[in-house]
């Protein structure tokens, strides 16, 4: 079982920036990818980006250009930067992992962090 302990997140003025960090447990199997989606209140839950072991990286039409996300594969650990955040941002983010790639084309990670809550004042 891999489990994803979640920091960062808050409050913020729009423009303004947060960072959110995940580390996943070591375990038996090899993470391939990490990432973050998101849950706007009253919707679906979103893909937002994500990272895999050769630090390819995927994001959505909505972040990209503003968030960046990167990955430290020697402590399971990533970190996903929040620039210029607009109001519509605002949402419970979740850190996710998986043995397979998952992108903003599909795939389904199997694991999950508790959610971290990130609010964009206008």
């Known amino acids: 079982q891999v489990r994803m302990v979640e920091s960062g997140g808050g409050l913020v003025q729009s423009g303004g920036s947060l960072r959110l960090s995940c580390t996943a447990s070591?375990?038996?199997?090899?993470?391939?990818?990490m990432g973050w989606y998101r849950q706007p209140p009253g919707k679906q839950r979103e893909f937002v980006a994500s990272?895999?072991?050769?630090?390819?990286?995927s994001y959505a039409d909505s972040v990209k250009g503003r968030f960046t996300i990167s990955r430290d594969s020697a402590t399971n650990t990533a970190t996903l930067q929040m620039n210029s955040l607009k109001p519509e941002d605002t949402a419970v983010y979740y850190c996710?992992?998986?043995?397979?790639?998952?992108?903003?084309?599909?795939?389904?990670?199997?694991?999950w962090g508790q959610g971290t809550q990130v609010t964009v004042s206008s």
């Open positions: 996710a992992a998986s043995g397979r790639q998952f992108t903003a084309n599909g795939g389904t990670p199997p694991y």
């Open positions: 070591r375990d038996i199997f090899i993470i391939n990818s």
């Open positions: 990272i895999n072991s050769g630090e390819w990286t």
